[in-house]
C-alpha cells in the first residue's frame, strides 16, 4: 500500500496494491474500491463458486496464481453492490456520466518479463483507474505508485488511448442503482 506524500502529487492515503504473482484482478478490484477488501483465497472461492464440478477451473490459472477472468471480477463486484458494465467502444467516452461511475477497470495488453528481461510475449492485465480528492489516478498495479491522470478531460484521453489498443476493454464499476437506472451514460 502506497501512502503519504509520493510522486504525481499522490495524496496522502492512497490505496494502491502492487503487482504479485499473477493477482492483477485482485489488486484492481481492490484499487478501484480503495481497501483490501479480496484476497487470492476470496477469488478462488468464487471461482469454486462460478465452476464447482470443474476439474480444471476455467476462471483462474491452471498453476493457481490467479489470472482470474472477467467472471470473478463481476461476482466479487456484486457481492458488495457494485455492478461491472462492459463499455462499447464504439461510443464516445463523452456519453460518460463520470460523477455516476465509481471508477473502471481496464483489460489492457501487458509485456510479460522474467526479472529484467522482457520476453517477446503480450499477455491481458487489469488496471484499476479511479478518482480521489477530485483527481483521477492511473492505479495499475505494476506502477511502483499511482499514478496522476488528472481531470476529466485527461482522464477520457487517457482512456481513449488504451481503447485504442485493440485487445483492450474496459469494465465501468457502478453502484447497483446506477446500473438499474443506466444513469452511467448521457442519453443520446
Not at 458494465?85 to 522474467?114: A, M, T, Y
Request: glycine letters at 8%; charged letters at 20%.
Amino acid at each position: 500500500m502506497s501512502a503519504g506524500p509520493g510522486p504525481a502529487g499522490q495524496e496522502r492515503g492512497l490505496y494502491h496494491e502492487r503487482q504479485r504473482l499473477e493477482l492483477c484482478a485482485v489488486h484492481a478490484l481492490n484499487n478501484v474500491l480503495q481497501e483490501r477488501l479480496f484476497t487470492q483465497e476470496a477469488a478462488d472461492e468464487i471461482c469454486k463458486r462460478l465452476a464447482p464440478d470443474a476439474r480444471l477451473n476455467p476462471h483462474r490459472s491452471v498453476l493457481g496464481t490467479g489470472n482470474y477472468d472477467v467472471n470473478v471480477i463481476m461476482a466479487a463486484l456484486q457481492s458488495l453492490d457494485f455492478a461491472a458494465i462492459w463499455w462499447d467502444k464504439r461510443r464516445p467516452l463523452e456519453q460518460l456520466v463520470l460523477s455516476r461511475i465509481h471508477g473502471f477497470i481496464v483489460n489492457v495488453p501487458s509485456n510479460v518479463s522474467l526479472g529484467f528481461v522482457s520476453l517477446p510475449v503480450r499477455r491481458k492485465h487489469w488496471i484499476a483507474v479511479r478518482q480521489v480528492g477530485g483527481v483521477y489516478y492511473n492505479l495499475d498495479s505494476k506502477l511502483k505508485a499511482p499514478a496522476c491522470i488528472g481531470g476529466e478531460g485527461e482522464l477520457r484521453a487517457f482512456l481513449q488511448d488504451f481503447l485504442s489498443q485493440s485487445p483492450c476493454e474496459m469494465l465501468l464499476v457502478v453502484s447497483r442503482a446506477v446500473e438499474e437506472t443506466g444513469s452511467w451514460l448521457n442519453p443520446e
